[in-house]
């Protein structure tokens, strides 16, 4: 499946380490293509520790991560304006 994560942590100067950890656990599965938007593909188990791992990260009552998921990559049309980023792909 194809991914796509975007997060809004609040308050980044009292939580920086918050940050730091989402976007680097991100960064193990995904392609980082702006500071908090990250893309790739992923498969089921993959995408499951992903959204597992970030659970216990952020406050679910303040933090926000949207995640968006094509289940065929073949469905989507992804346009880049700019240099296109690579396509991480984890095994």
Known sequence: MLVLIT????D?????KVL??????CRKYL???QYSVLYGELNKP????LVKELKKIIDQDI????ILIAKNK??????????EPPLKVVI
């Open 74 to 83: 073949n469905n989507v049309e992804t346009i880049f304006i700019g240099p």
């Open 63 to 66: 933090d926000l991560i949207t």
């Open 20 to 25: 730091t950890r989402v976007n680097k656990t």
């Open 12 to 16: 980044t100067k009292k939580r920086t």
């Open 7 to 10: 997060y809004d942590i609040k």
């Open 31 to 33: 392609y980082q293509i």
């Open 46 to 49: 993959q995408y499951e520790r």
